[in-house]
C-alpha cells in the first residue's frame, strides 16, 4: 500500500525562534499589529510504501526522529493519508 505523509516541523516553543521574530518584526512595519507569536517551520510531504497503516506510520515516525527533525530543537507531528 501507498501512503501520503504531510509532516509539520516546528521550533520547541521554549526556544527562541529568530526568523519567526523578523517575520513579526515586518509585519508590525508594514502596519500589520495586530499578528503576534509567528514560529517558522517546515512542511514536507512524502509518499512511503508499507504493508500497513501501523508500518507506514512507524517509517514516518522513524524518518522524523532520525533526519527530519532535530528532536533538540524542534517538535513533529504528521498525518497520513492511504493513496488510492
Known amino acids: 500500500m501507498k501512503y501520503t505523509a504531510e509532516i509539520d516541523v516546528m521550533p520547541l516553543k521554549a526556544l527562541l525562534d529568530p ?8 509585519l508590525t512595519n508594514m502596519g500589520l499589529n495586530k499578528i503576534e507569536n509567528v514560529r517558522i517551520g517546515k512542511h514536507i510531504t512524502l509518499e512511503i510504501e508499507a ?3 501501523d508500518e507506514a506510520q512507524a517509517k514516518v515516525d522513524e524518518a522524523c526522529k532520525k533526519l527530519l527533525s532535530n528532536p533538540i530543537m524542534e517538535s513533529y507531528n504528521f498525518e497520513l493519508q492511504e493513496v488510492k
Open 19 to 26: 526568523q519567526g521574530k523578523a517575520v513579526g518584526h515586518g
Open 51 to 53: 504493508g500497513n497503516r
